[in-house]
């Protein structure tokens, strides 16, 4: 009984995670430890777990529980539910599959350009057309609207961040 509970329940993840998976050459993926608790939906665990970080200190280059940059939020966000997102925002601009904005789901990762012409800032869609990120204005992590005049001039593109396969397979 119990192993046919977790068959059906591991079948129905397989088919909601990954049907829309559309394998692209562009498409990089993260790394995604062994140890990651499949319970609750990632997307509703990504948000409690960025609202734990609000009204953390902004510090840029930082990362820890006192002080952290935008990339630092994330990375330590998305690193709680074992994947594994590179330092920068620039860099993490290239995981992921890029998704149209008003397709945008709650955990999506939005990139925009601040100081240059790369991704220099990322958020993390909070639903309801919010934003949560380390801000260097606020010098805080906080929630802002994503038609806000300032990122809507300098919004670049938003990536959903999905297992592959291959770390679905291992984790069975």
């Known amino acids: ?3 046919s ?9 397989y088919t ?12 990089e993926f993260p790394s995604i430890s062994e140890t990651m608790i499949i319970q609750e939906p990632l997307t509703s665990r990504v ?17 820890g529980d006192k002080k ?8 330590q966000v998305f690193g709680e539910f074992g994947i594994t997102l590179p330092r920068s925002a620039s860099e993490q601009s290239r995981y992921g599959k890029k998704i149209d904005i008003k397709d945008l789901k709650v955990g ?6 601040t100081y240059k012409k790369a991704p220099s800032h990322v958020a993390i869609y909070a639903g309801d057309g919010k934003i949560i990120h380390a ?12 038609d806000k005049q300032y990122y809507k001039q300098r919004f670049l593109y938003a990536k959903r961040i ?3 396969y291959e770390d679905f397979q291992q984790r069975r």
């Open 16 to 27: 909601t995670v990954f049907a829309d998976i559309q394998r692209d050459d562009d498409y």
């Open 5 to 13: 509970f977790f068959a059906v329940a591991i079948i129905l993840l």
């Open 162 to 164: 999905v297992p592959k």
């Open 47 to 63: 948000l409690s777990k960025a609202q734990e970080f609000l009204g953390t200190q902004y510090k840029f280059g930082n990362k």
């Open 135 to 146: 801000s260097y204005k606020g010098k805080k992590v906080q929630y802002d609207k994503i």
């Open 108 to 113: 999506d990762l939005l990139f925009y350009r």
């Open 68 to 75: 952290t940059d935008c990339s630092g939020f994330t990375q």
């Open 1 to 3: 009984m119990i192993k």
